[in-house]
């Protein structure tokens, strides 16, 4: 029987290796963190109660995603909702989630509020990107929509995601990201952990092993045939292994991929996301997720997670994230919470002024290396095929998402492919 390793117990590592045990094959997942999930992995704000690290929803769109909630039983517990979404600009919150909402969009001209509607009703139609392939989404949108909406609207947004990198990024990102979005968001009760907890007992219940908090360290061919995987502990000898890290990492573990392997998927920037999730005895707002379009704050995104799923379900608290991405190695990402509290709290009276800091009844901040890769106008042509040069390791990684944005659903679509491809 065909041994696996899998690399990553995030969405795509549990979805292959789920798929491979539902197979009756023998599977191995290898995790470095204590429990499964990856970037959607939760927290307990207290014993009992899961929250997301970082802010998550589905989209209507999502049919991978819902289909494996189904498929594992929490399809009951999924739900939808059309919560606010919303643009701060000019110190005051905008509404900004529907053609009516931008019709009334008042940092906008009237003329400039009907061009970013046509605008973004062609790309709602356009079924594919192909004919925006070659094109930066900043050079179109300033085209198409005008310079005052990309300086208002879509240049803050691109600027808190990508950084110094926005100009470059690739236009059929944009499509999609327009494309793909539905008002209405679906959330599964009591997190998102569920299902990976839920997929880590299926893959044991079929015979699999979980390893967690089991780096590894390197992977090589085996003089004896298959491949060796070196973790911090020990060395496990397989038969094949399915790296599901970010592409750049598995060539930092995989010594003997070829040098043109290298020069060309060993490439690329990607982003870490940081976020300060605040627990507080009042709502701050009355939005779900509020992009933060005006200049100075420290934070791109505040979502109130309590506007959207009910209080109730966290014992009455308020639960607020602050978002950002940025430079894997900005100080940022390894700031103590402390210090994060310190630098965020003090903007928040400026989007609500009756905010003072004793609302705060508890604080956590996370950061996560590899969180978003940086789609720039050629990412495409560097993104590796499942099948490596060495006999039996395959990648599959969200770093192959494109042009949508990485997300649950695109890697669990990933990870059935992969299977699909493998059991061929
Ligand atoms: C701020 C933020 C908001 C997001 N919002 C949404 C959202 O609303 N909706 C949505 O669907 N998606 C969202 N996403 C994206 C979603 O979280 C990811 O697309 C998805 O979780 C990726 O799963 P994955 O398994 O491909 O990768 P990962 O989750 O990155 O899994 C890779 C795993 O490999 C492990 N690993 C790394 N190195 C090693 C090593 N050397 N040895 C062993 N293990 C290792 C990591 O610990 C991790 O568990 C968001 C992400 C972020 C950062």
Known sequence: MTRTAVLGAGALGLTV???LAQRGESVVVLEREPIPGGLAAGFQPEPGIWLEKFYHHLFRGDRHAIGLIDEVGLGED?????????TLRDGRVHQLDSPMSLLRFRPLPMRDRLRMGAALAYLKALPNPELLEGRTATDWIRRRMGRRAYDVVWGPLLGGKFGALAEEIAMPWFWARVHDRTPELGYLRGGFQRLYDRLAERIAGAGG???FGTEV???RTSPIGGVLVDTVAETVQVDRVVSTLAVRLTCRLVPELPADYRARHDWGQAYG????VLSLDRPLTDTYWMNINDPGFPFMALVEHTNYMDRADYNGRNLVYLGN???MDDPIMSA???AVVDGFAPHLARINPGFSRD???DAWAFAAPFAQPIVTVDYRDHIPPFETPIPNLWVASMFQVYPHDRGQNYSIDLANRLVRRLSR
């Open 17 to 19: 290796a789920y798929r």
């Open 78 to 86: 999924l739900v939808w909702r059309r919560p606010l979404t919303a």
């Open 209 to 211: 092993e979980l390893r």
């Open 217 to 219: 360290r390197g992977v």
């Open 273 to 276: 996301a940081q976020c300060l």
């Open 325 to 327: 991405y940025r430079p």
């Open 336 to 338: 103590s919470t402390d």
């Open 359 to 361: 609302w705060i009844t």
